[in-house]
């Protein structure tokens, strides 16, 4: 594992520290104030300044936990001290909720333990295997159907998405995607045709992508914040909100080609997944987004005041 230093003691370097995830050990923290720190929970770190880690901690590289980090970058250049990096932890955002037993690494298994069971009727909308991965594999004891846009291994029925409902006369316990919704040119219709073709009580999974380079076009139409997801499954449609989140922060900032004022920026809060669970809990009187209102899918939340107000 390797050994760091982290630059910044104060709340940035304690979720730093603190973070399950983290890949290296932290030796010793740059910073002026012990309480911010080492006193308050990471006693056996030390607390150092730049002239010992010079003398002391050189070999190892140092990690910027501090939103001061331009002006930390030019002090470390001035010393000719290159081995630094900024600390993912700073391009977090703390009101993203990180759906964990629905995130990438864990969805699938997720809903194998729940849905691969003996009469559970299973739809998966984007099917054919071009990951090297058929799932259905992960289902053999349900009755499980791949649907795809084109034929290949891993699809029994070819069809548009957007008229998912003529292709069957069956309703099912779940039906799932990944990676389809940012390929949708109306993720609108095919909300309200997967809803047709849901059981009362039946459950529908969702991943997308959040922020992820450009792919397939030119049919890459949308990507998808975990809000984006709840509010093409609205309540009035007879769905409830059970899990949502995003997963796999992505460390981003504006290259030099970008607007002189933006170039070189950070940019905060990107993560590549976002994903759904919900389940339905009645059958809606009319599937017409001509009958919903803005309140119908913003809830109780409304947009965010002015910083003056």
């Not at 559970?120 to 099917?127: F, K, R, V």
């Not at 594999?137 to 998912?164: K, M, Q, T």
């Amino acid at each position: 594992m390797e050994n760091v230093v982290l630059y910044g003691a104060g709340y940035v370097g304690k979720k730093c520290y603190q973070n399950p995830c983290r890949r290296f050990k932290i030796v010793a923290v740059l910073d002026r104030n012990e309480t911010l720190y080492g006193t308050e929970f990471a006693p056996d770190v030390p607390i150092i300044e730049i002239d010992e880690y010079i003398a002391k901690y050189r070999a190892c590289n140092i990690v910027i936990t501090s939103y001061k980090y331009e002006e930390i970058i030019k002090q470390l250049k001035s010393l000719h001290i290159y081995n630094y990096r900024v600390a993912a932890d700073l391009d977090d955002s703390e009101d993203v909720c990180i759906g964990r037993d629905i995130c990438h690494e864990n969805w699938i298994s997720y809903l194998q333990e729940k849905f691969n069971k003996e009469g559970m009727e299973i739809l998966e909308i984007g099917a054919r295997n071009v990951a090297g991965a058929r799932l259905s594999d992960y289902f053999s004891r349900a009755n499980y159907i791949g649907f795809d846009y084109y034929p290949g291994e891993n699809v029994h029925v070819v069809g548009d998405a957007h008229e998912l409902s003529r292709y069957f006369d069956k309703k099912f316990d779940l039906i799932f995607s990944s990676a389809v919704f940012e390929h949708l040119a109306m993720p609108w219709k095919v909300s309200t045709e997967i809803i047709k073709l849901l059981k009362v009580n039946g459950y529908i999974f969702i991943e997308t992508h959040y922020s992820f380079s450009s792919h397939e076009r030119l049919w890459h139409f949308f990507q998808f914040s975990e809000n984006a997801l709840d509010v093409l499954f609205p309540e009035k449609f007879g769905m409830q909100c059970l899990k949502k989140g995003c997963c796999n922060l992505l460390e981003g900032k504006f290259s030099e080609y970008a607007s002189e004022y933006l170039a070189g920026r950070r940019v905060h809060g990107l993560y590549c997944h976002s994903a759904y669970l919900e389940k339905k809990v009645k059958e809606a009187e009319n599937l017409s987004w001509d009958d919903i209102s803005l309140l119908d899918v913003v809830k109780s939340t409304r947009y965010p005041k002015p910083k003056m107000e």
